[in-house]
């Protein structure tokens, strides 16, 4: 059993998965836009999302796949109540991980050090994702 974040980005998945490119080292696993599905993919009632946007992506950061997609494509991603955790190997990796997931975003808890780990702070990027950047004590 295994557990992958799903992410949509609500009409902005191609940016945000090029800027996990660069900030976090992601790599495309794969990607399909709603031009590649069969006719009837859309559930009825629901819009067809334009024909160059994400249906489906997967992305490897690390060890960990994340699946990502444009959503709706209303404009209006939401993430409420979660956070991803990132673990990284030390306080350098750390802060090279957090300014960059900080650009175009909000820091919510400066990175520095804590009870429980050397280097730990949380910032929602620039798509409204909050991370939790981590060094393991």
Partial sequence: MQIQPYVSFDGRCEEAISFY???LG??????????DAPAGACPEGMPMPPADKVMHSAIRI???MMLASDGRCQGQPKFEGISLSLTV???????????GLADGGQVQMPLGKTFFSPSFGMVADRFGVSWMVYVAQ
């Fill in 21 to 23: 490119g660069r900030t």
């Fill in 26 to 35: 992601a790599k495309v696993e794969m990607i399909m836009r709603w031009k």
């Fill in 62 to 64: 690390g060890e960990t």
């Fill in 89 to 99: 190997k030390d306080a350098a990796e750390a802060e090279r991980v957090f300014n």
